[in-house]
């Protein structure tokens, strides 16, 4: 008798950079684990055809009322032998077998009207929904993915019953990044530090902005490249450097392709970020992987992720993070190449194909394929 193939439903529903992290998770992870070929059948849930991959399209939104009530009967005509949300916004009804992807518990520490773009009642709605579709995720997956210990940890301490069904599954940088391009050749034309990201009440943008002004007074030509979505965030963005009279000293860019992302990272002093809570930090790990210097704030997981291969500061602290963005701007050409060979160096230590396999490892755990992790 023939063995049949296990099926694996994997919800693509964020694929590709439109999605920013989430996307590029989706994409990468997804890519990886084809690219391995398992003897598993997978199948894509996603908005459209995603070439390579047997794709069920559906419109149903991520985090919309239809992912609640609709999503359940569609998975049920699928009838997966194993569900992987790539998301925490999993139907809470559910009822199936499935593995989530857990990348952070922002919602839990950051809230209130400022952090979202809903009106009050949606919003304070919306958030008891997440309350409730987290605590099922953590309480039914069969396995609980995340991207750090700090994560994992921050998942123990809110649901502790989890704790046997986590498994680290780290990021990486996409190859683009690790390219050699042509020596010389930079997109701007001015020395710049770099963030890229979401504009978020959490990611402490403002905090950037406020030393960019203060180390312009000595440093006149240097700039802060702010690379980030046009969303509702965006526009406050725009109205907070306008407020701090900031216009000389900051430039906004949209979200760009990976080769023109790799080539601002490399013509940078830095990337930099003050960040209050990061589940993993992939931005630092794609900078450093097209040789630029890193500095980080030193809160939740970005001492994990970047180790000893950036710089930290308090991001509470305007004068140490002032200092340390002097400091690199007088770094010495050969204690920068030392930098930037152990940074490129430490980033290859993480690999998609590692996380792949991992991520199939869990699979064929929940399957019974292997002993259980």
């Given at each position: 008798m023939e063995n049949r193939q296990n099926k694996i439903l994997l919800d693509c529903r964020f694929w590709g950079p439109s999605h920013t992290g989430l996307g590029r998770y989706?994409?990468?992870?997804?890519?990886?684990?084809?690219?391995?070929k398992p003897k598993l059948k997978f199948l894509a849930l996603a908005s459209k055809k995603i070439p390579g991959l047997e794709t069920v399209v559906t419109k149903i939104r991520p985090y919309s009322y239809a992912e609640q009530w609709q999503l359940p009967g569609l998975i049920k005509e699928i009838n997966p032998d194993l569900t992987h949300f790539l998301n925490f916004n999993l139907p809470f009804l559910?009822?199936?077998?499935?593995?989530?992807?857990?990348?952070?518990?922002?919602?839990?520490?950051?809230?209130?009207?400022a952090t979202t773009t809903h009106w009050p009642g949606t919003y304070w709605l919306k958030r008891w929904g997440y309350q409730l579709v987290m605590k099922r995720a953590a309480a039914a997956a069969k396995k609980i993915l995340v991207p750090s210990s700090w994560v994992k940890q921050d998942v123990i301490d809110h649901y502790p019953a989890a704790k046997e069904k986590i498994v680290i599954t780290p990021?990486?940088?996409?190859?683009?990044?690790?390219?050699?391009?042509?020596?010389?050749?930079?997109?701007?034309?001015?020395?710049?530090?770099?963030?890229?990201?979401?504009?978020?009440?959490?990611?402490?943008?403002?905090?950037?902005?406020?030393?960019?002004?203060?180390?312009?007074r000595d440093n006149p030509k240097v700039k802060l490249v702010i690379v980030t979505g046009r969303d509702w965030f965006y526009q406050r963005l725009r109205l907070q450097i306008t407020q701090l009279k900031?216009?000389?000293?900051?430039?906004?860019?949209?979200?760009?392709?990976?080769?023109?992302?790799?080539?601002?990272?490399?013509?940078?002093?830095?990337?930099?970020?003050?960040?209050?809570?990061?589940?993993?930090?992939?931005?630092?790990?794609?900078?450093?992987?097209?040789?630029?210097?890193?500095?980080?704030?030193?809160?939740?997981?970005?001492?994990?992720?970047?180790?000893?291969?950036?710089?930290?500061?308090?991001?509470?602290?305007?004068?140490?993070?002032?200092?340390?963005?002097?400091?690199?701007?007088?770094?010495?050409?050969?204690?920068?190449?030392?930098?930037?060979?152990?940074?490129?160096?430490?980033?290859?230590?993480?690999?998609?194909?590692?996380t792949a396999q991992k991520t199939l490892d869990a699979y064929e755990s929940c399957l019974g394929l292997r002993p259980r992790q």
């Open positions: 989706t994409q990468e992870l997804v890519t990886a684990m084809v690219d391995l559910f009822p199936g077998p499935f593995v989530v992807t857990i990348h952070d518990l922002i919602k839990h520490h950051s809230r209130g009207l990021e990486a940088a996409n190859a683009t990044y690790f390219k050699t391009g042509k020596a010389g050749v930079k997109l701007l034309p001015y020395d710049y530090f770099i963030y890229v990201g979401n504009a978020y009440p959490h990611k402490n943008v403002i905090q950037l902005i406020k030393a960019m002004k203060i180390l312009a900031a216009q000389a000293v900051v430039k906004l860019k949209d979200f760009t392709s990976d080769e023109d992302l790799r080539r601002l990272y490399h013509g940078a002093v830095a990337f930099v970020t003050a960040s209050f809570f990061e589940g993993f930090g992939l931005p630092g790990l794609e900078a450093m992987a097209g040789r630029t210097l890193v500095l980080a704030s030193r809160r939740t997981a970005l001492p994990e992720t970047y180790n000893g291969a950036a710089w930290f500061f308090n991001p509470d602290n305007l004068n140490e993070l002032v200092a340390k963005m002097k400091h690199l701007l007088t770094l010495s050409p050969a204690a920068r190449a030392r930098k930037l060979k152990r940074a490129r160096d430490f980033c290859r230590h993480y690999s998609w194909e590692k």
